[in-house]
């Protein structure tokens, strides 16, 4: 991973912390000010406690793989991951690794064997995966997870991934932000108070 080579700013700039949420455009806030996006919001509760490390537009691999740059390279005591469609993913297309979308034009194509699997085929391999990765977090650090993906939280909580998730909220009744796609004030406020509250039943180790 490298920090100076992604498609999209930071919010804050990697450093040490006491809770740093990682997560594409949904956790960087898109069209939101800063203190508006879900991270913000549970700064404002944990009283300046929290960094907002989203990527925009970014796949579970890209954001894996930065989690682990942070972690070679500074200390936090819990990560919070809210990660985005299993199928959005990185792949070497022309010497450069490209981030693809889940269904639409080229995603579509490279995508067509996840497709044909099915969805539930797809997260029970990433699962694993993401099982093995986690438990060795953990003997260090705090890490938890979500997604905004009602059908794959469902998906997700039948598998050992059960003990490193945090509680689910469903945006579809809240207002969106203005392009009507990502999640407004709204939802973020609400989704940073139940995570709050998730947080206060978790015993947290000293940087």
């Known amino acids: 991973f490298n920090i100076n080579d992604t498609d999209h700013p930071l919010k804050d700039q990697p ?3 006491d809770v740093a949420c ?18 913000g919001q549970l700064d404002q509760l944990m009283e300046g406690k929290v960094k907002n490390f989203g990527l925009s537009a ?13 972690l070679q390279n500074y200390k936090t ?21 490209t981030n693809i979308g889940a269904i639409n034009g080229v995603a579509q194509k490279l995508n067509k064997e996840l497709l044909l699997h099915g ?26 997870f979500g997604t905004y993906q009602t059908d794959e939280y469902q998906i997700y909580e039948k598998t050992p991934l ?7 909220l469903e945006g579809d009744d809240y207002p969106k932000a203005s392009d009507n796609k990502h999640h407004g004030p ?10 709050h509250n998730f947080l206060q039943t978790r015993q947290e180790p000293s940087i």
């Open 15 to 17: 450093m040490d912390c």
């Open 22 to 39: 990682f997560g594409c455009s949904q956790t960087w806030g898109a069209l939101l000010p800063y203190e508006q996006s879900w991270p």
């Open 58 to 70: 970014s796949s579970t691999n890209e954001i894996t793989c930065f989690i682990d740059y942070y």
């Open 77 to 97: 005591k819990t990560i919070l991951l809210y990660l985005p469609h299993s199928f959005r993913r990185q792949v070497l297309i022309e010497n450069r690794m």
């Open 119 to 144: 969805e539930e085929h797809s997260i029970a391999v990433l699962s694993g995966e993401l099982y093995r990765w986690m438990e060795d977090i953990s003997k260090h650090t705090n890490i938890y």
């Open 162 to 168: 059960k003990k490193f998730m945090f509680p689910f």
């Open 186 to 195: 709204e939802f973020n406020r609400d989704f940073a108070k139940i995570v």
